[in-house]
C-alpha cells in the first residue's frame, strides 16, 4: 500500500508549474501587445521614412533632384572628396566640441554650488537658473541673443561704456556668437547629470578625506571631481550629440555665414536636392553614433577608476 502511494505521479506540482509557466507567458503577450501602438508609430514614422532617405543617398539623380531606382556611389564620394563638404563637416564637429567644453566649464561649478550650499532657498534658485532656459522657445532664445549680440547691442553698449573695448568684437554672424547660444540653450542638459552625480557622493567619503589631512582642493581633485565624472561625461555627451544636431541656433545666429551641417541638410533638401541630402544627413547621424560610443566608453572607463 505504502509503495503504491509513494509511485503515484506528482500531477499536481507539475500542474502548478504548467500554469505559473502559462501565466507568464499571457504577461509578456500582454506587454507586447500594450507596447504595439508605439512600435507601430516608430516604425511606420520613423524607422521607414529613414530607410527611405538614406536609399535616395544611393539613388541616382533626376531632373527634379530626387533619386531614382539606380544605384550609385558618386553622392558619397563627391562628400567625401570635396573640400566644401568636408570644410562644413569639420566646421561642425569643431562647432559641437567648443561648445560642449563650454558648457562644461559654465556647468560643473553651477551643479557643484547647488550641491554644496546648504541654504534651500539658493540651491532652489540656482536650480531655476539652470532650467530656465528650456521654458522658453529655441527660436525666441535665438532671436534674443541676436539682440544681444548684434553690433549696436546691449553688450556692445555695455564693453565701450565700461572702456572694456573701444572696438567689440564681431559676434554675430561668427561662430563665436553660434557658440555662445549653444552653451545657453543645452546648459540645463549638463547640469542635472553632474548635480545627479554629486548628489551619490556619501558624506562619509568627504569627511574620512579631511580627517586624514587632505586639504579642500586635495579632497575636491582625487575625491568629489573623480565620483562626478561619469555625470560629467554623459552631460558632455548629451550636449555634444544635441549640438550636432541642432539647427535653429546656427541659422539664426549664423545668419548662413557660419558652416553647419544640419543647416546644409535643410538647405539642399528645401532645394530638393535630395541624394546628397540624404548623404550628408547620413553622415551625421553615423557621427553622432561614433560620438555616443566614444562617450561611452570614457564613462565606462570613469566607473572601473
Excluded at 586624514?212 to 579632497?219: H, Q, V
Aim: aromatic share 12%.
Amino acid at each position: 500500500m505504502t509503495a503504491a502511494t509513494s509511485s503515484k505521479p506528482d500531477t499536481g506540482g507539475r500542474s502548478g508549474s504548467r500554469g505559473r509557466s502559462g501565466a507568464r507567458v499571457r504577461s509578456a503577450a500582454a506587454g507586447w501587445f500594450l507596447l504595439l501602438p508605439a512600435l507601430l508609430l516608430i516604425v511606420l514614422f520613423f524607422i521607414v521614412p529613414m530607410v527611405i532617405f538614406f536609399r535616395y543617398g544611393f539613388g541616382t539623380t533626376e531632373d527634379n533632384g530626387i533619386g531614382d531606382s539606380g544605384f550609385t556611389l558618386e553622392h558619397y564620394k563627391s562628400f567625401l572628396t570635396d573640400g566644401y563638404y568636408t570644410g562644413i563637416l569639420l566646421s561642425t564637429v569643431k562647432i559641437a566640441a567648443i561648445a560642449t567644453v563650454f558648457s562644461v566649464l559654465v556647468s560643473y561649478p553651477l551643479a557643484y554650488a547647488m550641491w554644496r550650499t546648504d541654504s534651500d532657498w539658493l540651491r532652489v534658485t540656482l536650480g531655476v537658473v539652470a532650467f530656465l532656459p528650456m521654458l522658453v522657445s529655441s527660436v525666441v532664445r535665438a532671436y534674443g541673443w541676436q539682440v544681444v549680440l548684434a553690433d549696436h547691442g546691449p553688450l556692445a553698449w555695455f564693453l565701450k561704456v565700461t572702456h572694456l573695448s573701444d572696438h567689440p568684437p564681431e559676434l554675430l554672424f561668427q561662430t563665436s556668437g553660434v557658440v555662445i547660444g549653444m552653451v545657453h540653450m543645452f546648459l540645463p542638459f549638463v547640469v542635472y547629470p553632474v548635480y545627479t552625480s554629486l548628489q551619490q557622493i556619501e558624506p562619509e567619503v568627504l569627511e574620512s578625506s579631511s580627517d586624514l589631512g587632505a586639504s579642500w582642493f586635495t579632497t575636491f581633485r582625487r575625491v568629489t571631481f573623480r565620483l562626478s565624472l561619469p555625470g560629467l561625461v554623459a552631460g558632455a555627451q548629451i550636449c555634444f550629440t544635441l549640438v550636432l544636431g541642432s539647427l535653429v541656433i546656427p541659422s539664426i545666429l549664423g545668419g548662413g555665414r557660419v558652416k553647419f551641417l544640419p543647416v546644409t541638410i535643410y538647405n539642399d533638401t528645401s532645394s530638393v536636392e535630395w541624394p546628397i541630402a540624404s548623404v550628408e544627413s547620413t553622415v551625421l547621424l553615423v557621427g553622432a553614433l561614433v560620438a555616443v560610443l566614444v562617450f561611452g566608453a570614457v564613462s565606462r572607463r570613469t566607473k572601473v577608476n
